[in-house]
């Protein structure tokens, strides 16, 4: 079945970094466009960063533009969020979400989520 495992989560303190991970698995994972969001505390789910199905194209919030980079493994199955400068408003469950439309069948997959806190 399809699974979307996240991971790297944690307590960091402001300027610091992590990196988070989540590993693919039971669907086509170079068919899907990949992309991680995050919910804080009392908000809606906001996108955070995406990359395309082969590797080549990326796009990011403004708020995290510059800070985040967001690259895929394909031998892995594997999509990377690499969080440098972090900030207390990072602070939030960071989702991992897989999505692809071919035609008129759309599928989209998310992982149960880790927490990231930005914290002194």
């Known amino acids: 079945q399809v699974q979307l495992v996240e991971s790297g989560g944690g307590l960091v303190q402001p300027g610091g970094s992590l990196r988070l991970s989540c590993a693919a698995s039971?669907?086509?994972?170079?068919?899907?466009?990949m992309s991680w969001y995050r919910q804080a505390p009392g908000k809606e789910r906001e996108f955070v960063a995406t990359?395309?199905?082969?590797?080549?194209?990326?796009n990011y919030a403004d708020s995290v533009k510059g800070r985040f980079t967001i690259s895929r493994d394909a031998a892995r199955n594997t999509v990377y969020l690499q969080m440098n400068r972090l900030k207390p408003e990072d602070t939030a469950v960071y989702y991992c979400?897989?999505?692809?439309?071919?035609?008129?069948?759309?599928?989209?997959?998310w992982g149960q989520g880790t927490q990231v806190t930005v914290a002194s």
């Open positions: 979400n897989a999505y692809r439309q071919l035609l008129l069948r759309k599928n989209d997959y």
């Open positions: 990359v395309s199905s082969n590797g080549a194209e990326t």
């Open positions: 039971g669907f086509t994972f170079s068919s899907y466009i």
